[in-house]
């Protein structure tokens, strides 16, 4: 079964503090994304990345930064974390069956979350 | 800008109902569409996906249609079980955008013994 880690299931952080999210899957996929989940707003995605080293801006990027150095691996940086970020972060991936800009078509793996307290 | 729509917002029945999901959306032009399952506070179950040139997508007892002239997909749970009971999402992709899944707000849903 594909395996998608995130580091923190709950975290506690201070206005003005940079704050890490990590994010692992074990599946060897291309494609890893960002998601926050808020009540009666629902998911919107942050930043995806479909290979090493880069990264597109999803929809509500702003306060956000991320980094994939590995495959592996997907980061979401806060830089300086408010109060209006404390959320349910999702991380998820897929496998790219199709060339670099096709659009994906293959299912969608979440981590378990991370609820974010910003105080 | 693509539009997903879920209704009901909630359901509750009894066991051993059969019971239909709504899914609907503005923009037909997707490339497919997902159904998910989120247990409280924990991250989402991809159940069935649907390719835009597929009808449905059937395991076990879920499944899932697609209309995409019309902009709507069901999914259809046969015989539900309390351990049905969960929120469940729709996703569609498409748009310009690569990579880009807009979700429905959800139905939550209750079977009841």
């Known amino acids: 079964d594909v395996k998608v880690t995130q580091s923190s299931r709950y975290l506690v952080k201070r206005t003005g503090e940079k704050v890490f999210l990590e994010c692992v899957q074990d599946?060897?996929?291309?494609?890893m994304f960002w998601y926050r989940q808020d009540p009666g707003l629902g998911l919107r995605l942050i930043y995806f990345?479909?290979?090493?080293?880069?990264?597109e801006k999803g929809d509500i990027p702003e306060g956000y930064s991320v980094s994939r150095e590995k495959k592996e691996r997907f980061s979401l940086i806060l830089e300086s974390a408010s109060t209006n970020q404390t959320s349910m972060y999702l991380c998820?991936?897929?496998?790219?069956?199709?060339?670099?800009?096709?659009?994906?078509?293959?299912?969608?793996?979440f981590g378990s979350g991370t609820q974010l307290s910003v105080l | 800008k693509q539009e997903v729509t879920q209704i009901p917002a909630a359901l509750s029945v009894p066991e051993g109902e059969n019971l239909v999901l709504n899914c609907s959306f503005t923009d037909s032009a997707i490339y497919n569409l997902q159904w998910f399952r989120q247990d409280p506070g924990k991250g989402l179950t991809s159940l069935l996906l649907?390719?835009?040139?597929?009808r449905e997508q059937t395991s076990g007892r879920l499944n899932a249609s697609l209309d995409k002239s019309s902009g709507r997909s069901t999914l259809y749970i046969a015989a539900s079980q309390p351990g049905d009971s969960a929120t469940y999402l729709c996703?569609?992709?498409?748009?310009?955008?690569?990579?880009?899944?807009?979700f429905g707000q959800g139905t939550i849903l209750t079977v009841h013994p």
């Open positions: 990345s479909y290979d090493v080293k880069m990264k």
């Open positions: 599946m060897d996929h291309e494609n």
């Open positions: 649907i390719q835009s040139s597929q």
């Open positions: 996703a569609v992709a498409g748009g310009t955008s690569y990579g880009k899944l807009t």
């Open positions: 998820a991936s897929s496998f790219r069956s199709g060339a670099l800009w096709d659009p994906p078509s293959e299912k969608l793996f």
